[in-house]
């Protein structure tokens, strides 16, 4: 069973950067795709960006386009999320989540194998 685990979270102000991981058990990773979705308190867990893992073709949601980043390394098995110019509004829970077919890279019913997620805080 392949496990994926975030890292990077934390308490930061309105303006700055963060950068999570997501590691995955799988070596080498096998899955068509990784994405990183976030949820508040009493929200749906939405998505933020997502990248196919040989081809490297992205989407970004529209929130966070120009100010996320989102990339892999190959060689280690490992997503990452550039997070830029951060708002309060960001706060949430960050997942990180495998798609193991394709099928769409925003597709959240598409993701089968999720992480525990990170913390992500920005103070005003």
């Known amino acids: 069973q392949v496990q994926v685990e975030e890292s990077g979270g934390g308490l930061v102000q309105a303006g700055d950067s963060l950068r999570l991981s997501c590691a995955t058990s799988s070596r080498p990773f096998s899955g068509y795709a990784m994405g990183w979705f976030r949820q508040t308190p009493g929200g749906a867990r939405e998505f933020v960006a997502a990248i196919s893992w040989s081809a490297g073709n992205i989407d970004v949601a529209d929130s966070v386009k120009g100010r996320f980043t989102v990339s892999r390394d190959i060689d280690k098995d490992t997503m990452y999320l550039q997070m830029n110019s951060l708002k309060p509004e960001d706060s949430a829970v960050y997942y990180c989540?495998?798609?193991?077919?394709?099928?769409?890279?925003?597709?959240?019913?598409?993701?089968?194998?999720w992480g525990r997620g990170t913390r992500v805080t920005v103070a005003s």
């Open positions: 989540a495998v798609q193991s077919l394709s099928y769409g890279l925003s597709y959240i019913e598409g993701y089968d194998v």
